[in-house]
Nanobody, 121 residues
Framework: QVQLVESGGDLVQPGGSLRLSCAAS????????MGWYRQAPGKQRELVAD???????TYAESVKGRFIISRDNAKNTVSLQMNNLKPEDTAVYYC???????????????WGQGTQVTVSS
């Protein structure tokens, strides 16, 4: 059974920093792209950043220059360093991983339980 476990959400003041982490556990054949999404109240879930197994990354325009995504393939982890946080970054952040359970299986999306990030003075 594959699980994604997130940590690092908190309340932080505007201009502050937080680091989110996510670890994938369980048995699977391959772990492909990993990423972070967020969902604010009343809004749709949106991509924040993702990173390939070769460490090629993409970012939402709203976080470019402030957030940095990284991964450790040996530990099956992905992290999101968030700097210069703004109130509009307030949301529940979800870890996502595209995983193939077995060599014959299709690539499937797995999600963490979500971690709350609140940016407020």
């Amino acid at each position: 059974q594959v699980q994604l476990v997130e940590s690092g959400g908190d309340l932080v003041q505007p201009g502050g920093s937080l680091r989110l982490s996510c670890a994938a556990s369980g048995r699977f054949f391959s772990l492909n792209d990993m990423g972070w999404y967020r969902q604010a109240p009343g809004k749709q879930r949106e991509l924040v950043a993702d990173i390939t197994s070769g460490s090629s990354s993409t970012y939402a325009e709203s976080v470019k220059g402030r957030f940095i995504i990284s991964r450790d393939n040996a530990k099956n982890t992905v992290s999101l360093q968030m700097n210069n946080l703004k109130p509009e970054d307030t949301a529940v952040y979800y870890c996502n991983a595209k995983i193939r359970i077995s060599w014959a299986a299709v690539l499937a999306d797995f999600w963490g339980q979500g971690t709350q990030v609140t940016v407020s003075s």
